[in-house]
């Protein structure tokens, strides 16, 4: 027979549910234990059984996980995006010196200082625009980053997940970080629930 949202439950499928309700409960208020005291007292109970309600399931734990590696992907593709950019201004600036000092070694000696002058001003405006394009880069990186912190909170609220809302509070932040790693530290733990047979 298949069972259907508000149809009739096995009396013992509750029961497993309560027990691992209880379980996820207690190894959660054992892990809350390992923060700072003033997060401690920010996660009620209240809290930490809804978030134990949350994880009865094991989905919570694959959402995390999912966002985890779509995390790191970005990271690195973010770091590399920055590494391109750093090795084009290595070899801009390495050309750069190249003409300069071939320009000096074909000039005449009373031009010299004219030259000279002339580079050093190139020298300073690449040098800008270098610096320019390195702060537009690490703006548009915290900006993706600012978006995929969002688009988490927003998968984990839209999950039911307690704790979790679409915020740029440092302390919620520091909260909803808490709190993932709770929940990181309760799959690693082996703690995961099984998936209730339906």
Do not use: W
Request: glycine share 4%; aromatic share 4%; with cysteine.
């Amino acid at each position: 027979m298949e069972r259907y949202a508000g149809g009739p439950e096995d009396p013992a499928d509750g029961a497993r549910q309560q027990e691992r309700h209880y379980q996820l409960l207690s190894a959660l208020q054992s892990l809350v234990k390992e923060l700072p005291s003033s997060f401690q007292q920010r996660l009620s109970y209240t809290t930490l059984s809804d978030l134990a309600l949350a994880l009865l399931d094991g989905t919570v734990f694959e959402i995390v996980q999912g966002l985890l590696e779509i995390q790191h992907l970005t990271e690195k593709s973010l770091y590399n995006q920055r590494l391109r950019l750093q090795n084009e201004h290595r070899v801009l600036r390495q050309a750069l010196r190249q003409k300069h000092l071939e320009a000096q070694q074909t000039c005449r000696p009373h031009n010299l200082p004219v030259l000279q002058a002339a580079q050093e001003r190139e020298l300073e405006a690449v040098e800008h625009r270098i610096r320019e394009e390195q702060r537009a880069m690490d703006q548009k990186i915290v900006l993706e980053l600012d978006r995929k912190v969002a688009d988490q909170q927003s998968t984990l609220e839209k999950a039911g997940v307690a704790g979790f809302y679409v915020t740029t509070n440092p302390q919620e932040l520091t909260l909803q970080m808490n709190l993932l790693e709770l929940i990181r530290k309760l799959q690693q733990r082996g703690c995961q629930a099984e998936k209730a047979a339906m």
